[in-house]
């Protein structure tokens, strides 16, 4: 199943990262976001006192999961009778990437945080992701996927948080077996389930405007579905890591 879990194997490899607060929080920073802007831990999704702890509103979260024949089953379902994206420009509801660079999906989720919704507006002037998407807004999905692949800043800001966590990094080449997936609330107002994999970005439903992407309707719509496909499809291998971005509080 790993080979099945990235891009093909003849493009180039990233190491993995870790869905760990400290490693993507480093990322965004180097990248362009401001240290008032991070990722948090959620440890349930499910516990009002523990859902308590992460700094609101949250802009964007980064689930990743172990890439399992039923997760394969329901993309594919879903995926096949739609088209492929072709959106671009400042009229696209939001900002998606495909993935062509093997192992980068935590990249790619990520990049999909950041670049949607509310994290969008604190995108620092003048940094390597403020120019990287001035330069993708007006390309379609395979020239902005061009764009990431030979961006040297993503590149090298990519390796260097990818030394960072708690355990050892696998090798570039390595197969791996887990894949992230992001859940934005865009500028739109929708949960949007973005993902580098998929054939574009998929719209999940209408939040409130005081919802964000941690908030009951949310979960329900984005992350609870999700696990829920998977459960129903008889899949005993619930493991899943959660991190949401939002403000920094000191």
Known sequence: MADQADAPNTNKAFVPLENNPE???????????????????????DEPDLLAFVPRPSYAL??????????????TAEDTPLPEYTGSGP???????????RNACGLIGLLHAVSNGAARS???????????????EPLGPVQRADLLYESKALESAHADAAKL????????????????VA????????????????KGPLDRGQLADE??????KALELGVRRFLGVEAAGGNPDLRFSLVSLGPVFE
């Open 23 to 45: 490693v993507m929080s480093h990322l965004i920073h180097q990248l362009g976001l401001p240290p008032s802007i991070g990722f948090s831990d959620v440890f349930s999704i």
């Open 62 to 75: 980064l689930l990743v999961f172990p890439v399992s024949p039923t997760y394969e089953a329901s993309r």
């Open 91 to 101: 009229s696209e509801p939001v900002v998606w990437f495909k993935q062509t660079i």
């Open 122 to 136: 604190h995108v620092l002037p003048g940094s390597d992701l403020e120019g990287l998407l001035r330069e993708a």
């Open 165 to 180: 966590g708690d355990t050892a990094a696998p090798e570039a080449e390595d197969n791996v077996d887990l894949h992230f």
């Open 183 to 198: 859940f934005v609330k865009g500028s739109d107002g929708r949960l949007w389930e973005l993902d580098g994999r998929r």
């Open 211 to 216: 919802e964000d992407a941690l908030s009951e």
